[in-house]
Structures are given as C-alpha cells and as structure tokens.
C-alpha cells in the first residue's frame, strides 16, 4: 500500500496513471449529469411552493457543494504537501483552487437567478448560503492572489498552503457567525428541503447530479494536475523524453 | 541587546523584550500609532459626509460604520507590523533566536495591539458619541472592540508574515485577511447594534471570546510558519 | 414543447441556470485542454532552443 502511495507521489507515474484513470471519471460522470438533468428538468414533480423554479436546485447545489469539496481537496492536499514535503501533493492544491473557484462563482450566478422569481431581487443578504458562498469566494481569490504574488514555486506552495489551512479552520466559523447573521432577521433561504424530507422523484436527480459533477470534478482536476505536474517537472529527463517521443499533444 | 546575564535568556524574557522592542520604536515613531487612528476617525466621518446626516440612520449604522471603520484601521496598521524587520535584517535574527518563534511572534502581535488595537478602544467612545450611542451600547461596543482587534491583530499578523516583502503587499494583505475576519465583523457590529436595541449581548460576547482565545493558541504558529516561509 | 420551454412561467431563469452551468464546465475544460497544450508547446520550444545552441 505504501509502495503504491510511494509510486503515485513521483511525478512520471503519477502522469501516466492519470492518463488511464480520467476516461473512468469521465464517462460515470457524463452519464450520471445527463441522467440527473433529464430527470431533474422533466420528470420531477413541480415543486408545491416554488413551481418550476425550484428546478434550479439541480445546479445551484451542486455547485455549492463542489465549491466546498474544492477547498477541501485544496486545504488537505496543500497540509499534506506541507507537512510531508510532498510536490505533487501542492500541484494538487494549486489545480483545484480555481476550480473551486468557478463552481463557487456558478453557485452565486444560479443562486441569484433563482432568487429572482423567489424573493423579487437579483440579490438576497438575509440568505446566509449566498452570503457564506461571496466571502469563500473571496478565499478563493486571495489564495490564488498570494500565489501569483510569489515567484518562487516552493515558496508559494508553502505559503499557499499556511493560507489554505488558515480558511479552513476559519470556514465553518464563517458559515456559522453568517447563520447567527441572517437568523436575527428572519431571513429567506433558498433550498427549501436540504434533506431527506424531499420526494424521491426529486432527490435522486439532484444526489445524481452532485455525484456526477463530483466525477467531472475529479476528471478536470487531474487534467489541471497533469499540466501542473508538466510545468514544474519541464527540466527534468523524463519530461523531456516524453515530450520528444510521443509528441505528446494532451 | 544584552542583558548581563551568562545564560540565554529565557522565554518570559524573550518574550517581553519583542514587545518592549516594539513599543520602543512605535514610541519614537508617533505616527505609526497616531495615523492608523486618524484613519479611523476619518472613516467614520465619512459615512455621515456621504449617506447624510439624518440622526435616525445614523444610530441604526453607528455600530456598524466603528466597526468597519476599526477593520480598515488595523488592516492599515499590520502593513508595517514586518515590514522593517524584514528589511533591516531583524527578521532574521527573530527566526535564529533561541526561544520558540511563536512565542516571538506573539510577542510582536502583542505589542501590535497594544500600539494599535488598544487606542483604538480607548478613542472609540469619542467616535461613538457622533453617532448618537447611548451609554449601555457605548459600554459594549468597546468590549466588543476589545476582543475584535485582539483576534485582528493575532489574524492579521498571519496575513502580515504572508505577504512581508511582497511587491504590492498591502492589498493583497487586506484581500487575505478580509474574508477571514468577517465572523469578527459580523458579531462584532451586530452585537453593538443588539445592545443599541436592548437585546441580549451574552451570546456575541461569548463567541468573541471564544474566538480570541482559539486565535491566541493557534495564530501565533501559523505567524511563525508563515515568516520562515516568507524569509526564505 | 412550449410548455416544456416555458417552465411554468420560470423559463428564462431554469433554461439560464442550466445554460450557465454548461457554459462554465465548457470553459473549464477548455482551459485544461488550452493550458496542457501551451506548457507542451513551451517545452518543445525551449529543447529546440537549447539543441540549436549545441
């Protein structure tokens, strides 16, 4: 086991393991997505408040969720590179940044689509998910911000990576002092039904459509890797017999 | 620096010689204390100048405008909290110290406050008072300030062993430290505002203590890993 | 098929959300793809460099 984690950590395997593993994230990921859209869109009973609308759940949350998982793979990968000295675990970290950054920024163009109808304006403070999603978008920012900043790759891992685990322990305090914000004026929240109080009819699309966009997730970010992996290995030997060889296109 | 003795000094000793250090030079620069808190009053007589001076909308945003107000100030104030130790070499000889580098960290933060935090509390009330805010209120925005630019100073100075020596630091500092600082913000400027209403203040009171105090244990090793980082 | 367009009236903002997320995991994947190809061509162009100057 080791010896497998041992093997993955060096940049040459890891890059052609990748290569094999990102059509099995695809193509689950493809199918599970188109299910849950059709489903989502036309099959699910229209909701009792919201109509239509409220279809829009089978976007908005995924998003949500995936801008969180991000910061997770971010946060962890960016601690275990630090902590282990491990190189590809800081590629890692610097792919899924901004990723996450887009599935956060998604998140807020769907949630603020869906207000419109709902609460009769493009944008809701008293929602506290829409709120806690801005400010992690702003982490997001700073952390690809700090990055740039710095010239030096090891270095910008490292202090990358104190930030990352800065804002995670900061993440739940965020989300919960933006709950105790909206709850002192009643504040209207977007998804209405979180758990399993929802029909079936309408919760598989939507469990579809997180796993699915998980699996894309997962398949983008090891083609960010990939790339990551390529640049801050381009000097070495096998870079250059790889790229020489194959004629590697990608 | 000596200090007559044979043996290193200890960690008390280390400890307070950062921050008699600090406050030393913070001394014999005024205007490192003086202009954060000028920028302070400033912000906050910006807010009447531009949204008006209707005494009604004032009191309901007093809390809120201090506390952004004191947000920006001590943002303003942890630009230099490294800044000429990095450039004059001090920063070194912090990292090569005997004693543990959190602990000089927190030594610097400490002293940080003290120079910038602590006045802004004391000066608070005279800026609350163009606000219209009753005594009670006045009473807890300074607690609430009290433990806001602790945990600012203990956050900010993570922000600041980030970003030392980095070209256009100074933006990206506030960009860091913003985002991370709102739950301060947030139970900071409500709390003040439950008090202006007559609601409970215990439970925002509570959270920014417990805040502080998770701050004070962790941040200063964050600051430390953060400055041997940048000094590389 | 105009019912199924028409949302129940919410048309604009289903069909936009749906559209939107589309469009952002297309850029995404552009960008993959893009960002491979270029550090790809940067190192071809770097070995030949240094080739022509042996």
């Known amino acids: 086991m080791w010896k497998f984690l041992h093997k993955l950590a060096s940049p040459p395997h890891f890059y052609d393991l990748s290569a094999k593993i990102i059509p099995w994230f695809i193509v689950p990921g493809a199918i599970l997505v188109i299910y849950g859209t059709i489903a989502g869109l036309f099959y699910a009973p229209p909701d009792y408040q919201q109509g239509d609308a409220f279809r829009i759940i089978y976007v908005h949350v995924p998003a949500a969720y995936l801008s969180m998982l991000a910061y997770t793979v971010m946060a962890v990968s960016a601690g275990i590179g630090l902590i282990w000295?491990?190189?590809?675990?800081?590629?890692?970290?610097?792919?899924?940044?901004?990723?996450?950054?887009?599935?956060?920024?998604?998140?807020?163009?769907?949630?603020?689509?869906?207000?419109?109808?709902?609460?009769?304006?493009?944008?809701?403070?008293?929602?506290?998910?829409?709120?806690?999603?801005?400010?992690?978008?702003?982490?997001?920012?700073?952390?690809?911000?700090?990055?740039?900043?710095?010239?030096?790759?090891?270095?910008?891992?490292?202090?990358?990576?104190?930030?990352?685990?800065?804002?995670?322990?900061?993440?739940p305090i965020i989300h919960f002092s933006v709950e105790w914000w909206s709850s002192l004026h009643q504040g209207a929240t977007l998804v209405r039904a979180d758990g399993p109080a929802m029909p079936t009819e309408m919760l598989y699309p939507l469990l579809a459509m997180i796993l699915g966009f998980s699996f894309i997730f997962g398949a983008l970010l090891l083609g960010r890797v990939r790339s990551e992996v390529l640049f801050r290995e381009r000097r070495s030997r096998w870079v250059r017999s790889l790229v020489l060889s194959s004629g590697e296109q990608g | 620096m000596t200090n007559g003795e044979n043996a290193t000094p200890g960690l008390w000793q280390g400890f307070v010689a950062v921050i008699r250090r600090d406050l030393l030079l913070a001394w014999k620069r005024p205007g490192d204390i003086l202009n954060p808190l000028f920028f302070f009053a400033m912000v906050c007589t910006l807010f009447p100048l531009a949204v008006g001076p209707s005494s009604e909308q004032l009191s309901l945003s007093g809390p809120?405008?201090?506390?952004?107000?004191?947000?920006?100030?001590?943002?303003?104030?942890?630009?230099?909290?490294?800044?000429?130790?990095?450039?004059?070499?001090?920063?070194?000889?912090?990292?090569?110290?005997?004693?543990?580098?959190?602990?000089?960290?927190?030594?610097?933060?400490?002293?940080?406050?003290?120079?910038?935090?602590?006045?802004?509390?004391?000066?608070?009330?005279l800026v609350a008072v163009t606000f219209h805010m009753p005594g009670r209120t006045v009473g807890v925005m300074m607690l609430t300030l009290t433990f806001g630019t602790m945990s600012l100073s203990l956050l900010g100075a993570i922000g600041a062993a980030l970003t030392v020596g980095l070209h256009r630091g100074t933006a990206l500092l506030s960009l860091l430290i913003l985002p991370l600082a709102m739950p301060v913000l947030i139970f900071g400027a409500r709390t003040v505002a439950l008090a202006a209403a007559d609601d409970a203040v215990s439970a925002g009171i509570y959270f920014l203590c417990a805040y502080c105090i998770l701050a004070l244990s962790l941040a200063p090793f964050a600051t430390a890993a953060a400055l041997k980082i940048s000094n590389e | 098929m105009m019912e199924v367009l028409a949302m129940g009236g919410y048309g604009v903002y289903v069909w936009s959300s749906f559209g939107l997320t589309l469009i952002v995991v297309i850029i995404c994947v552009v960008q993959v793809k893009r960002r491979h190809r270029q550090v790809v061509s940067d190192i071809k162009t770097r070995l030949r460099a240094m080739e022509a100057d042996q």
Do not use: C
């Open chain 1, 85 to 171: 000295r491990i190189k590809l675990s800081h590629a890692v970290a610097a792919g899924a940044a901004p990723l996450g950054a887009w599935f956060t920024f998604l998140a807020l163009i769907t949630g603020s689509i869906w207000g419109r109808p709902m609460w009769g304006t493009w944008w809701e403070w008293g929602d506290p998910r829409l709120t806690s999603e801005l400010i992690m978008l702003f982490l997001y920012f700073g952390y690809m911000a700090l990055r740039a900043a710095i010239d030096d790759t090891a270095k910008a891992d490292k202090a990358s990576a104190v930030l990352a685990l800065v804002g995670a322990v900061n993440i």
């Open chain 2, 64 to 125: 809120g405008i201090v506390w952004v107000a004191a947000l920006l100030a001590t943002l303003l104030s942890l630009n230099s909290l490294f800044l000429s130790d990095f450039e004059d070499g001090s920063l070194d000889q912090l990292i090569l110290s005997p004693q543990p580098l959190p602990l000089l960290a927190l030594g610097k933060t400490v002293a940080h406050w003290l120079s910038a935090g602590l006045p802004l509390v004391l000066v608070s009330p």
